[in-house]
């Protein structure tokens, strides 16, 4: 794909009288190929022993997969909110996807064989917006025993908000 590009672009050199525009706009293209037309994106934990495929199906629905040491168990499954003001379930677009992000929690227990306990993960957050530019983030956090997720809204309202269907698994 790459070379298909360049070939492009070597074609057209001449037209630019400016070469540094010419390599300017060819190092754009790339970038855009490489990591803004990223269909799918690959969430890990830290021993990278559980992976979570999230990514954009045909109807723009967020959905995701669990994989375990590179076996599906959990197949695809769709991710969204509708709220009573809007929806979150399809038309939605990609804004930002960070991580890995460490987070690590220590804590005791009231009962059982061991008191102390310590939790690591990898957190991942999707930055998503609707069609009506409503924006949600979906955050996962993928430790050693399991994948965890939630939805937040980081725009701030006063008024109460009800939701009316939510999907996932």
């Known amino acids: 794909m790459i070379e298909y590009i360049f070939h492009i ?4 050199k001449n037209t630019f009288k400016n070469e540094k525009l010419y390599y300017s706009n060819y190092f754009n293209a790339c970038y855009l190929l490489l990591f803004c037309g990223k269909k799918e994106h690959i969430f890990e934990n830290p021993s990278k022993s559980i992976s979570v495929e999230f990514k954009l199906n ?6 995701y997969k669990v994989h375990y040491q590179n076996k599906t168990v ?5 991710l969204g909110i509708i709220r009573e003001d809007a929806s979150f379930y399809n038309n939605l677009e990609i804004i930002s996807v960070s991580g890995p992000k460490p987070v690590t929690d220590h804590y005791t227990m009231l009962q059982g064989k061991r008191k102390n306990r310590s939790y690591s993960a990898n957190e991942y957050k999707a930055q998503l917006k609707n069609d009506l530019g409503n924006r ?12 965890a997720f939630r939805y937040h809204f980081p725009e701030n309202s006063s008024e109460i908000k009800k939701l009316l269907k939510k999907n996932h698994l």
């Open 9 to 12: 672009f070597t074609s057209v």
């Open 136 to 147: 949600i983030d979906i955050i996962f956090q993928i430790s050693e025993n399991g994948v």
């Open 74 to 78: 959990i197949n695809s499954s769709l």
């Open 58 to 63: 045909a109807e723009k629905a967020a959905s």
